[in-house]
């Protein structure tokens, strides 16, 4: 008789470990695209962008561009304010097509984000963009 598919039974994809194929991607003289991604409570997003901004140029990346994704500005955002938009993204579609052409226009070298990026996200963001995603932590670690 035909037996119904499980998924638990299904084989076990291998996650390839972390590589540091993501520090190097922002190394000194890499021209970026700075990304932020702020609550809407957040009034002081400008100053942070900017702080950011210059802990990336004194570990000598050029910041070439900036997008800001708020969170919570509309009464719908409000509910789900600590959320990110999405788990795989951070980003909303239409913001994460933005930062794209924007890395595309600019001929940025890198997306770097403010947030501190998961594997996957990283991974997904970088397939997206069209050039790497990489964490402002992960850039100051490695300066």
């Known amino acids: 008789m035909h037996q119904d598919r499980r998924r638990d039974r299904r084989p076990v994809r291998h996650v390839r470990p972390a590589t540091v194929q993501h520090q190097a991607a922002a190394t000194e003289g890499t021209e970026v695209v700075l990304v932020g991604y702020f ?3 957040q ?3 400008a100053a942070l962008m900017d702080t ?3 802990q990336a140029t004194k570990h000598g990346v050029r910041v070439v561009g900036r997008i800001v994704q708020r969170r919570g500005v509309s009464d719908g955002g409000a509910k789900k304010m600590a959320f990110p938009y999405s788990s795989r993204t951070l ?3 239409g913001k ?8 595309e226009q600019t001929d940025a070298d890198a ?3 403010l947030s501190t990026l998961t ?3 990283r991974r997904v963001l970088t397939g997206m963009l069209g050039c790497p995603a990489v964490s402002l932590a992960d850039v100051v670690a490695v300066g």
């Open 39 to 41: 609550s809407g409570k």
């Open 43 to 45: 009034k002081d997003f």
């Open 52 to 54: 950011a901004a210059q």
């Open 91 to 93: 980003l909303s579609y």
């Open 96 to 103: 994460v097509r933005e930062v794209a052409a924007l890395c």
């Open 111 to 113: 997306a770097l984000f």
């Open 119 to 121: 594997e996957r996200q």
